[in-house]
């Protein structure tokens, strides 16, 4: 969410950006949010004018009832009185215009940083850098369910009877690839100095309308009934959540914090939720990372966070590329954000499996999120970014592990959480 005060004095930045966005529509938003503006402050205005005033004629009356002037003293009351109803009037509207000012501000998106392409979809996102050299073996790689069954690891079709598309169970050697890799990626981020986590997996709705846009909520979160719940889609919901409403101490930052846990999301407009594949399902586990930090240090962490997922993927042998995400990809909230693709040799091409996005300060203004600096108070910045976020991370891993006779090798980083484990052999 932008400051009121910059979109007052910016609105032809704010409209060009809004464009570069391709979401015109959201134009009349501007000039309507400034109109807004301009009547609260008005109202405001007279609200302070007239409690002065009546201090002012508060006083007077003490004065004259002190004189023994009680007539006079009366129709200065009366004055009081008629000014009471109007000032009522005025502080009634002031939360009223508080509400209609936030409801727009929170649909116009953020600044974008001038670094992003502008392009009207993930279509236009732009290759920044390739790391690992793509492999394609002299055999044929089998789509990525079908290497799954080879060794009795995954069901699909019970997992739809209990729980319908989108959702699967993990099983064998399979499931144990699964819970390394999550195990792995916490033990590699605390051993980069981020600080492990558990969150809730539940949020109330004012941390969701702080996290995220309307948009982004209605496609992807399950709402609890009956309660003022959601199930989070990605712990970045709930760690950034952890701060709300906090001021925190300049010398405590940054805080950097890596955390665990099951994500839900509806992929409402989505292409589709597959019967066969687990690329796209209402339910995984991640490894998530998170930093809140100065305002001047978000760019640097931003380019150490993807660096992060970047490397944890090449030491599993998987080779990746950076995606710098356009104007029209990023979602409202984002001032920047870098996808992280992974190699398929059974496709050819590369494919997401992590994102890192640098928010500025728009979560932190929702949430109200600030720092107690030496010259006072500001706003901190937020930043986040997948760790690895199986089962989509396993497709990735087992095709580019997997040999001609259908065995996967596991890689040296991982054999330690496999038991020493360095090739599995499929059941048939």
């Known amino acids: 969410m932008l400051d009121i005060k910059f979109l007052r004095e910016n609105p032809d930045v704010v409209k060009e950006n809004i464009k570069k966005k391709f979401q015109d529509a959201k134009l009349p938003l501007v000039d309507e949010v400034i109109a807004l503006d301009a009547e609260s402050r008005k109202n405001k205005a007279r609200a302070d004018e007239l409690r002065a005033e009546r201090n002012r004629l508060s006083k007077q009356i003490g004065g004259l009832m002190a004189k023994g002037q009680r007539e006079e003293a009366e129709e200065v009351k009366k004055q009081v009185a008629e000014m009471a109803a109007e000032l009522a009037a005025c502080e009634a ?25 502008v392009g009207k979809d993930d279509s236009e996102n732009v290759e920044v850098e390739r790391f690992g050299e793509p492999v394609t ?221 640098n928010l500025g300060d728009a979560q932190a203004r929702r949430l109200k999120i600030r720092v107690n600096g030496k010259n006072g108070k500001y706003l901190a910045h937020t930043l986040n970014n997948t760790v690895v976020a199986p089962p989509r991370m396993l497709i990735a891993f087992l095709e580019n592990n997997l040999n001609a006779d259908g065995s996967v090798n596991i890689p040296k980083a991982l054999q330690p959480y496999m038991g020493g484990t360095e090739k599995i052999v499929p059941k048939k």
């Open 93 to 117: 509207k002031e939360p009223e215009f508080a509400e209609k000012i936030r409801k727009i501000m929170l649909v116009i998106p953020n600044i974008i940083d001038e670094s992003v392409p």
């Open 137 to 357: 073996p002299d055999f044929p790689i089998p789509y990525h369910t079908d290497i799954m069954e080879r060794f009795n690891g995954i069901d699909l079709d019970a997992a739809r009877r209990v729980a319908g598309n989108g959702f699967y169970y993990l099983m064998g050697d399979i499931a144990r690839i699964h819970s390394s890799v999550i195990a792995y990626a916490r033990d590699f981020m605390i051993d980069r100095g981020f600080t492990y986590c558990v969150p809730p997996f539940m949020i109330r709705s004012d941390v969701v309308t702080g996290v995220m846009s309307f948009a982004e909520m209605e496609a992807m979160m399950y709402k609890i009934e009956g309660e003022d719940l959601y199930l989070i889609g990605t712990s970045e919901h709930s760690m950034i959540g952890k701060f709300i409403d906090t001021i925190l101490p300049e010398e405590e930052l940054p805080y950097t914090l890596t955390s665990y846990s099951p994500c839900f999301r509806k992929e409402k407009g989505a292409h589709g939720i597959e019967e066969r594949g687990v690329y796209r399902i209402h339910q995984f586990e991640k490894q998530e990372m998170i930093v809140v930090c100065k305002p001047e240090d978000s760019k640097m962490w931003f380019d150490k966070l993807w660096q992060n997922t970047v490397d944890l993927f090449r030491s599993l042998d998987i080779p990746v590329r950076t995606l710098e995400c356009c104007s029209g990809d990023l979602a409202d909230l984002k001032v920047k954000s870098v996808d992280v693709e992974a190699w398929s040799p059974r496709q050819q091409k590369y494919f997401e499996v992590g994102s890192c996005s």
